[in-house]
């Protein structure tokens, strides 16, 4: 069983387009975590959740909202999409009661157009 | 403010050489130190991590690290180095528990093997 599970890999669209992500843990994590990784394959945080409760937003732009229904899932859907939106998006989770190691899914590769 | 440096993004070695990379950290308060591999087309995996027990960490696949806080540095080795390690990888940074758990990477350095 997949402990990380990001969908779709992958997904091209046009610029203006509104897109989503979806990630699911099953690992009993309390928080969830968006991060970006870029051309050069530098990793950034973009948000966090835990138990549902946003508790990290490093500016990223109003265009990416994350959504936490419950701490099992962590959306990112993101509006009027820009060409410099296109990267790996990946999701991860971890234990804040733990020593911080995180676990990542597979990656989401957005090509905008 | 926490911050990742890894030295060479490149590193090319034979297969059977020692690997060695390295990675130096910034931070005001005891951290927390990770190495991660990236597979191509594949999520990150943690290889070892330091959580301020002995300074010299073993990992998966051979791989150990060892925190020398004189020298702010978290550099990963491998006495042996073989195909299939060659990946990207990743230091990284957090701050003690009872926070967010937020990790800042470095750059990243790419590792070649060469037969």
């Known amino acids: 069983d997949t402990a990380v599970s990001q969908t779709p890999k992958y997904l091209v669209t046009q610029m203006g387009n509104d897109k989503s992500i979806k990630c699911e843990q099953n690992l009993g994590h309390d928080t969830m975590y968006w991060y970006k990784q870029d051309s050069k394959k530098f990793l950034k945080i973009m948000f966090s959740y835990n138990n549902k409760e946003l508790i990290i937003n490093e500016t990223v732009p109003n265009r990416f909202s994350p959504k936490s229904p419950d701490k099992a899932h962590l959306n990112l859907h993101i509006n009027s999409l820009e060409l410099g939106d296109s990267a790996v998006y990946f999701c991860?989770?971890?234990?804040?009661?733990?020593?911080?190691?995180?676990?990542f899914g597979a990656g989401s590769r957005l090509t905008v157009l | 403010a926490q911050s990742v440096t890894q030295l060479g993004s490149h590193v090319s070695v034979s297969e059977g050489a020692l690997v060695l990379l390295r990675c130096n950290y910034s931070?005001?308060?005891?951290?927390?130190l990770f190495w991660y591999v990236q597979y191509p087309n594949q999520g990150l995996q943690l290889l070892l991590k330091y959580t301020s027990a002995a300074t010299l960490v073993k990992g998966i696949n051979g791989f150990e690290a060892e925190f020398k806080k004189s020298e702010t540095s978290f550099h990963l080795t491998k006495p042996s180095a073989h195909m299939s390690d060659a990946a990207e990888y990743f230091c990284a940074v957090s701050e003690t528990p009872g926070n967010t758990g937020k990790l800042i990477f470095g750059q990243g350095t790419t590792l070649q093997v060469k037969p």
């Open positions: 931070s005001s308060v005891p951290p927390y």
């Open positions: 991860a989770s971890g234990l804040t009661s733990g020593a911080n190691v995180l676990t």
